[in-house]
């Protein structure tokens, strides 16, 4: 599949409020609703701080400046990285669980994935909703890739087809749709449990 391709059909199935246009996140399964647990964490934080400390910094982009830049970003970088472990778990526990009520998708192939693949992954974080989310749709993602022209060995995340098609990019929106969905409706049912 093309990258227009992938885009165009992004853009037909993409649940109203997730981000527009990002077919590698999809596939990175940090699209939507991880970016949403992660904001919702960074927030509780700062506002338990009281000031705005958390930023996320790409960890591939220090990774691959020169080195004389190496160190710069390192401490936000690792702090971030440690804020995030909590919504990264959770997100691979509720693709796994999303996995339970699509057609074809596959639970328990989604817990294996995270369990064998998710500390391969370079992330400490992006590994657990990347598995889950191969495992899930029987998919190979991640791998060797290129950064401005620099070739990265990553691991393979899942043992699926290495090839994604448009029916999978839906299959991906849906589950992910579905997690956030299922996260955001039992916060609200232990919100009203609790105002009881």
Same mark, same amino acid.
């Given at each position: 599949m &093309? &990258?227009?391709?992938? *885009?165009?059909?992004?853009?037909?199935?993409?649940?109203?409020?997730? !981000?527009?246009?990002? @077919?590698?996140?999809?596939? %990175?399964?940090?699209?939507?609703?991880k970016r949403h647990v992660d904001a919702l964490v960074r927030e509780a934080l700062r506002d338990a701080i009281g000031r705005g400390t958390v930023?996320?910094?790409?960890?591939?982009?220090?990774?691959?400046? !020169? !080195?004389?830049?190496?160190a710069f970003g390192w401490a936000a970088a690792r702090f971030d990285d440690l804020v995030n472990l909590p919504a990264s778990r959770l997100t691979g526990l509720l693709f796994a669980a999303a996995a339970l009520v699509l057609p074809g998708a596959s639970a328990r192939d989604a817990l294996r994935a995270m369990a064998r693949d998710a500390r391969r992954h370079r992330s400490p974080?992006?590994?657990?909703? $990347?598995? *889950?989310? *191969?495992?899930? +749709?029987? +998919?190979?993602?991640?791998? @060797?890739?290129?950064?401005?022209?620099? +070739?990265?060995?990553?691991?393979?995340? %899942? $043992? %699926?087809? @290495?090839?994604?098609t448009a029916q999978d990019i839906r299959d991906a929106l849906w589950l992910a749709g579905t997690a956030w969905g299922g996260m955001v409706a039992a916060l609200l049912i232990a919100a009203i449990i609790l105002q009881m």
């Open positions: &093309t &990258t227009p391709e992938a *885009a165009a059909t992004y853009d037909a199935w993409t649940p109203p409020g997730f !981000p527009p246009r990002a @077919p590698g996140r999809v596939f %990175g399964a940090r699209l939507g609703m930023r996320s910094r790409g960890g591939v982009v220090f990774q691959l400046e !020169p !080195p004389r830049h190496e974080n992006a590994g657990w909703p $990347e598995s *889950a989310m *191969a495992g899930a +749709l029987g +998919l190979k993602l991640n791998g @060797p890739k290129s950064y401005k022209g620099i +070739l990265v060995n990553d691991a393979y995340m %899942g $043992e %699926g087809r @290495p090839d994604a």
